[in-house]
């Protein structure tokens, strides 16, 4: 029994001893365990149900002027598709203000003259009124009312037995989500979100509390060390964090059908390593900050919102400008959701996640020796 | 002092304005309280701003030419030059190119299958192959959509005067479809709920916490003036909030100011006294500050979400709508939105103000009443 046998022995048993005391603190308040595993099932149902930009029906005014068979067919086209719901006739005064309600996102014009220029054999001119605050929404529209005026052009060219079909065809084959469902592309964002929020904001409250109560400074009369403190201080959370993946994958799989393609343990691998980044990051916030109210509005600020709009979850990074995607890389949850996509989705494994798992270990490093760092000389 | 005693105050409000000038005095004081307030809202809408761009381009784009003719090069050319796709460089086969989208090195892969030069000049039929990364579907989309108008006008060049329908489009508010100017807006209604919700929950909680709210609920001040007070601050911080990513908005990210700004004030009143009745509410259920964190985080996000502000209200599933309309987010941002944007007035968003003026007033008037009750 040397010293030097003991002292790891000894500093397990601290670990444990604070993190045993870190668990009470969660199981005693049981709303706050309750919102750290209802949460992600209540935003996994938003998020798979509700974050979608795949719109149908979208309400159409219809103003037709020529009113003729031809002019009828045409706007039968629009509102018997999918696509587009009659929103009841418009003309120009009312489209504006349609649009100003929001009571119609597209007016389509049918001018005179449509089904005389038909029958002579021109091309039937028609126009389109979009709403265009929401481009996203605009775009689709767009889209859609090119595909319908082509097909009713083929439509009319059939029947006037023209060459139907085009000499050339594309087929487009979509890859991991052909269904192109928004609950694919958002489950795996999703967990990195919840891990990002819960772990950041959750560590950062519960340090600044104990800051604020004076009880940190009972802790360091104790005999357990600084990095004893902080390591016993984590490993709840850790625990927590990773139940919380597993419950959203698992989730996600079971009421969404997102796959799970690769590995689950190279999942939680990434999870894990994803983890200490954000522990070490709400330690830091927690350690700058002197009260619970700064330390929540700073772990907002530095990981809610960027986790959700910085990190390829909703809007994809290549996209962003030159200054943002470098900002974007040092936020840790885009590693996360590329290799929570590339895992889950696409299968792959190690050989080409490795570059993820590098970025946020790196990260998880520096913040976990800053945060460490930080927390001596605060208390020095 | 004889004006003094012709004019006395009232006593509520006197007891009102120490109220305020108590609040005044330790939000300033606080300086990270106050850049929390201020600045943090001001930074995040500009990088937000320009983070938040649904427009999707540079699509990278890998070719598998089985045909290296002249004709299908040209083809690529023209298809890539759009700013849609990106060139990511050419594979000798599919299959590489299914490689490249297993890896990420492409989202988008464009098959040209062998003789497609000679079968287009000898009008015979053809097949292009285009093979996306679905992952994205906004992004497949888009990057789909792009391919096959492009080909389908290859192929109408060639055809005869055939009966077609020509539809022009005619885009209203945002002709070149951007996206900050719609975003800005939204990003502003979320800041806001965010800022002052979580504010005021925590705020009166750390009070309680500490015990001087109890102190002075024992002064003779009535628990109603006292509300009054400590919420009267943050009421113009949100207008200042506003004001200032308004202002932003404009300056930065070509917002519009089309409509009459009274409406929009109009609907900033409103909406914050919802969201404050929602802190205040929170504060009132949660017995510590963490609690009352997570209650008005477990508020906001959803909310936030459940709004339309990032994603169309009517892309949402049936049961989902209707939750949308108990959110007060829902309304301001139509408003704010529609005030920008197109110029809407009151007699176009009515409907929207009083269901916020509603939500308003009974959210606040519970939160008042338990407040109430928890005090005496």
Avoid: C
Wanted: glycine residues 8%; proline residues 6%.
């Amino acid at each position: 029994m040397t010293a030097g046998r003991n002292r790891p022995r000894l500093f397990l048993l601290r670990v444990a001893a604070m993190a045993g005391k870190e668990v009470l603190h969660i199981e005693r308040d049981p709303r706050a365990i309750a919102l750290a595993l209802v949460m992600p099932l209540v935003l996994l149902l938003i998020f798979g149900y509700g974050v979608s930009f795949d719109l149908d029906h979208v309400p159409l005014g219809v103003w037709d002027l020529d009113r003729t068979e031809a002019s009828r067919r045409l706007s039968l086209a629009f509102t018997a598709s999918n696509e587009f719901a009659p929103a009841g006739a418009a003309d120009a005064d009312r489209a504006d203000q349609a649009f100003r309600r929001g009571t119609a996102r597209a007016v389509l014009v049918v001018p005179r003259g449509y089904s005389k220029a038909l029958s002579r054999g021109e091309p039937g001119r028609a126009e389109l009124l979009v709403d265009g605050a929401d481009p996203v929404t605009a775009n689709q529209v767009l889209t859609e009312a090119d595909a319908i005026a082509l097909a009713e052009g083929r439509r009319l060219a059939a029947g006037r037995g023209a060459a139907t079909s085009p000499p050339l065809e594309v087929k487009v084959w979509t890859r991991y989500n052909p269904e192109a469902r928004s609950a694919v592309f958002m489950v795996p964002g999703l967990a990195a979100y919840l891990l990002a929020i819960s772990a950041v904001l959750l560590t950062a409250l519960t340090v600044a509390g104990e800051w604020e109560r004076g009880s940190m400074e009972q802790l360091f009369a104790s005999p357990v060390s600084r990095l004893e403190i902080v390591l016993g201080k984590l490993v709840p959370y850790l625990g927590l964090g990773l139940v919380q993946l597993l419950l959203v994958v698992v989730a996600g799989a079971v009421v969404f059908d997102v796959p799970v393609r690769g590995s689950p343990l190279l999942v939680l691998a990434s999870g894990f390593v994803f983890l200490l980044g954000m522990l070490g990051q709400g330690l830091l916030v927690s350690v700058l900050a002197k009260n619970q109210l700064v330390a929540t509005q700073a772990g907002t600020l530095s990981s809610l919102l960027p986790s959700l709009l910085l990190s390829g979850m909703l809007v994809p990074v290549d996209n962003m400008p030159a200054p943002l995607r470098l900002l974007s890389s040092v936020v840790p949850a885009r590693y996360l959701v590329d290799a929570l996509r590339q895992i889950l989705l696409k299968g792959n494994g190690i050989g080409s996640v490795w570059p993820d798992l590098l970025a946020m270990g790196l990260f998880a490093v520096v913040v976990l020796a800053l945060a460490t760092f930080r927390f001596e000389r605060r208390i020095a | 002092m004889s004006a003094a005693r012709e004019r006395r105050p009232s006593r509520a409000l006197v007891q009102y304005a120490a109220v305020v000038r108590k609040e005044v005095l330790q939000t300033v004081r606080d300086r990270r309280v106050m850049f929390m307030l201020v600045f943090a809202p001001f930074l995040q809408t500009v990088v937000l701003g320009f983070a938040v761009d649904f427009d999707v381009d540079r699509v990278p784009t890998v070719v598998a030419d089985h045909d290296q003719s002249r004709e299908g090069r040209e083809r690529i050319r023209e298809l890539l030059a759009d700013g849609t796709l990106r060139d990511a460089g050419r594979v000798p086969s599919a299959e590489d190119g299914s490689e490249a989208l297993d890896r990420g090195k492409a989202a988008a892969v464009l098959v040209l299958p062998p003789r497609l030069g000679a079968d287009l000049a000898a009008g015979r039929p053809a097949e292009v192959q285009v093979v996306l990364d679905g992952t994205d579907p906004n992004r497949s989309n888009v990057a789909g959509g792009a391919a096959v108008r492009y080909f389908g006008e290859v192929a109408s060049r060639g055809a005869g005067p055939a009966p077609r329908v020509l539809l022009s489009p005619r885009v209203y508010y945002n002709p070149s479809l951007k996206t900050p100017p719609y975003i800005v807006p939204g990003i502003s209604a979320m800041l806001l709920v965010v800022v002052t919700t979580i504010v005021t929950a925590m705020g009166l909680s750390r009070e309680r916490e500490q015990g001087t709210l109890e102190q002075v609920a024992v002064t003779p001040i009535r628990p109603t003036w006292l509300l009054a007070g400590k919420i009267t601050p943050f009421v113009f911080i949100g207008f200042f909030d506003v004001l200032l990513l308004v202002t932003a908005g404009t300056w930065i990210f070509g917002v519009p100011l089309r409509g009459d700004l009274s409406v929009l004030a109009v609907a900033t009143l409103l909406y914050l006294l919802s969201t404050l009745g929602v802190g205040l509410l929170i504060s009132t259920l949660s017995s510590n500050q963490q609690q009352s964190f997570l209650g008005g985080f477990l508020f906001t996000l959803p909310a936030a979400l459940l709004s339309g502000i990032l994603t169309p209200i009517e892309a949402m599933p049936g049961w989902m709508r209707w939750i949308t309309y108990l959110n007060p987010l829902r309304y301001f941002q139509i408003v704010a939105r529609a005030n920008l944007m197109k110029g809407a007035g009151f007699s176009d968003v009515w409907p929207e103000l009083v269901a916020l003026a509603v939500f308003g007033a009974a959210i606040f008037g519970a939160a008042t009443l338990r407040f109430r009750k928890r005090l005496a």
